[in-house]
C-alpha cells in the first residue's frame, strides 16, 4: 500500500497515478512508474494562518513593470511580486531573446539576475550586445544548482530571477537527471518556494515538446502562477505571447511582436501589420475582427478551394480548426447550395493568429463562398458572426468595440448577425444577415450562393 503522502509519477510524461501501474495510461511505456513522496503543502509555505479577507494585503496593487508592455499587458500588468511564472514555447521561437530583452529593461533601473543553464555567460553576453541589453543591474550566471540560484538570489536581491531553461536545473537533493520529470518538479518547488518567502518574481523557461505540452510533467502547468505561451510560424517573423493560465488576470490578452535583426520588436497595433500585405480584389479573402483580451484584432482568412487530384477531398486549415472547415464547408453545402463539400480546401489566417472565437465562422464561410465562385468580397467590407448547423448566423459579444476597431483602420461595411444591437455612430453601414445564404447574396450578389 502506498503511503499516505505519495503518489506513482510516470517518468516519461508526468501522469500521476494513486497505486501503481506497470504501464502508464498516458504514454504508453512500461515500467516507468515509480514512486514520489508528495510534499504536504504546509512544509512549502510558512506555518498556517487564516487572516479576515479584508486585512489580506492586495496582491494586485503592485506589479513589477518591465518596460515590454506587451510582456506585461499579458500578465496583467506587470510581474506580480513572489509570483512564479513558466514561459513555455518551441525551441528556437524567441523565449531567450524575449527575457534577455525584459531583463535588459529591467536592469537600467533594478537588479535582474539572468541564470543561464543552455548558454554559456560569453554567450549571453554577445546576444545582450546585439539587443542592446547589457545593462547595469543585469546580473548572469551559468549555474544549474538551485541551491547556487538562492545564495545568489540572497546575496544580489534582484527583483526578478529569470531561469533559462528549468529543464537544464538540478536540485541538490534530488538524484535525478536534469530534464527528468521529478527533477522539473523538485526544482520549480524549490523556486516557488523561494519566490513565496523572498518576494522575489520568478520566470522560468520551459520547452514544448513536439506533442504540444510543456515537456516534462504537466504538473507544472498545477504549481505555478502564471504559464505563457510564446508561439511564432517558422517563417513568419511575428511571434505571439499569450497566457493559458493566470492567477492575477486574464487569459485572454494577447501580446505581439516581430522578430527582425536586432531582436524582439513590439506590434502595438497589429491589426494594421496583418492587413498591411492583404490581398486586395483576389477572391477567397475577407477581414475579421477577432477580439483577443482587451484588444480587438484584425485579420485576413484566406481560402481556396480545388479539384481533388485523387481520393477523398483534403482540408488543410492553419489558424483554425480543421474540425470547423469542415462543418463549415458542409453548412455551405447543404444550408447555401455551394456545391464545395467534394473540393479539396484550404483556409489560412495572416500572420500566424489562431482565431479560436466562433465570431469568425462568417468570415471564414464568406472566404470558401468567394473561392467558390471566384468573386472577390470588396475590400472595405469586415464579417463577424458565428454561423450554426443550420445555416443560421448567430450573435457574438462586443460587437461595437469590434467594429469601432474595424472603422478606424478604414473598413465601411460590416456583415452582422441581425440580432447586433443598434450600433449608431461606428461609423460604418451594417449589413444585417440572418443567415450564410442571406450573406452570400448580399456580399457576392444575387447568385453568391449557387
Ligand atoms: P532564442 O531566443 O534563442 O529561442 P529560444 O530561447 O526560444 O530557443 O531565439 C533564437 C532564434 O531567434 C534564432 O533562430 C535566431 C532568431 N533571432 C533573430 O532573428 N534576431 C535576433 O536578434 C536574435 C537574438 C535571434
Ligand atoms: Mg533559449
Known amino acids: 500500500m502506498p503511503r499516505d503522502h505519495s503518489v506513482f509519477a510516470c517518468r516519461g510524461c508526468g501522469y500521476e497515478s494513486a497505486r501503481w501501474l506497470g504501464r502508464c495510461p498516458v504514454c504508453g511505456e512500461w515500467n516507468t512508474l515509480t514512486e514520489v513522496?508528495?510534499?504536504?503543502?504546509?512544509a512549502i509555505g510558512n506555518v498556517p494562518v487564516a487572516v479576515p479577507v479584508g486585512e489580506i494585503p492586495d496582491a494586485q496593487g503592485w506589479r513589477l513593470r518591465t518596460g515590454l508592455d506587451e510582456f506585461d499587458r499579458v500578465l496583467g500588468g506587470g510581474?506580480?511580486?513572489?509570483?512564479?511564472?513558466?514561459?513555455?514555447?518551441?525551441?528556437?521561437?524567441?523565449?531567450?531573446t524575449l527575457l534577455l530583452q525584459v531583463a535588459g529593461n529591467l536592469g537600467r533601473s533594478e537588479t535582474v539576475l539572468y541564470v543561464t543553464g543552455e548558454e554559456s555567460a560569453a554567450q549571453v553576453r554577445s546576444r545582450a550586445e546585439r539587443l542592446n541589453a547589457v545593462a547595469p543591474g543585469l546580473l548572469v550566471a551559468a549555474e544549474s544548482d538551485t541551491a547556487n540560484v538562492r545564495v545568489l538570489c540572497e546575496r544580489h536581491r534582484p527583483v526578478l530571477l529569470i531561469?533559462?531553461?528549468?529543464?537544464?536545473?538540478?536540485?541538490?537533493?534530488?538524484?535525478?537527471?536534469?530534464?527528468?520529470?521529478?527533477?522539473?518538479?523538485?526544482?520549480?518547488?524549490?523556486?516557488?518556494?523561494?519566490?513565496?518567502?523572498?518576494?522575489?518574481?520568478?520566470?522560468?523557461?520551459?520547452?514544448?515538446t513536439k506533442a504540444g505540452l510543456l515537456a516534462g510533467p504537466r504538473l507544472l502547468e498545477h504549481t505555478v502562477d502564471a504559464v505563457l505561451l510564446f508561439e511564432g510560424e517558422r517563417f513568419s517573423p511575428f511571434r505571439l505571447l499569450r497566457a493559458l493560465k493566470n492567477r492575477f488576470g486574464s487569459t485572454q490578452e494577447l501580446g505581439v511582436f516581430q522578430m527582425d535583426g536586432d531582436g524582439l520588436r513590439e506590434v502595438p497595433n497589429p491589426s494594421a501589420v496583418f492587413l498591411a500585405e492583404r490581398a486586395v480584389g483576389s477572391s477567397g479573402s475577407v477581414v475579421t475582427v477577432s477580439l483577443e483580451g482587451s484588444?480587438?484584432?484584425?485579420?485576413?482568412?484566406?481560402?481556396?478551394?480545388?479539384?481533388?487530384?485523387?481520393?477523398?477531398?483534403?482540408?488543410?486549415?492553419?489558424?483554425?480548426?480543421?474540425?470547423r472547415l469542415a462543418l463549415l464547408l458542409a453548412v455551405l453545402e447543404r444550408r447555401a447550395g455551394l456545391r464545395c463539400a467534394q473540393l479539396d480546401a484550404y483556409v489560412k489566417v495572416s500572420g500566424g493568429v489562431r482565431l479560436e472565437e466562433p465570431a469568425a465562422d462568417l468570415a471564414c464561410g464568406l472566404?470558401?463562398?468567394?473561392?467558390?465562385?471566384?468573386?472577390?468580397?470588396?475590400?472595405?467590407?469586415?464579417?463577424?458572426?458565428?454561423?450554426?448547423?443550420?445555416?443560421?448566423?448567430?450573435?457574438?459579444?462586443r460587437m461595437g468595440e469590434r467594429l469601432a476597431e474595424a472603422a478606424r483602420l478604414g473598413f465601411?461595411?460590416?456583415?452582422?448577425?441581425?440580432?447586433?444591437?443598434?450600433?449608431?455612430?461606428?461609423?460604418?453601414?451594417l449589413v444585417r444577415v440572418r443567415s450564410l445564404a442571406d450573406a452570400l447574396t448580399a456580399v457576392l450578389g444575387p447568385q453568391g450562393g449557387a
Open 295 to 323: 484588444r480587438p484584432l484584425l485579420c485576413e482568412v484566406q481560402a481556396l478551394l480545388a479539384s481533388p487530384a485523387f481520393g477523398s477531398p483534403r482540408r488543410t486549415a492553419s489558424g483554425i480548426d480543421a474540425a
Open 412 to 429: 465601411r461595411r460590416a456583415v452582422v448577425p441581425a440580432s447586433a444591437p443598434p450600433m449608431a455612430g461606428v461609423g460604418m453601414s
Open 37 to 42: 513522496v508528495a510534499v504536504p503543502p504546509a
Open 163 to 208: 531561469v533559462d531553461s528549468v529543464q537544464t536545473m538540478r536540485h541538490p537533493d534530488c538524484p535525478l537527471a536534469a530534464g527528468s520529470p521529478v527533477q522539473i518538479r523538485e526544482v520549480t518547488g524549490d523556486l516557488l518556494a523561494h519566490a513565496k518567502a523572498s518576494g522575489l518574481g520568478v520566470v522560468l523557461v520551459g520547452h514544448v
Open 79 to 96: 510581474v506580480v511580486p513572489g509570483t512564479l511564472i513558466l514561459l513555455g514555447g518551441d525551441p528556437g521561437v524567441g523565449k531567450s
Open 367 to 397: 472566404a470558401l463562398a468567394s473561392a467558390f465562385t471566384e468573386r472577390a468580397v470588396p475590400a472595405e467590407v469586415v464579417a463577424c458572426g458565428e454561423i450554426g448547423l443550420g445555416g443560421e448566423v448567430r450573435g457574438v459579444p
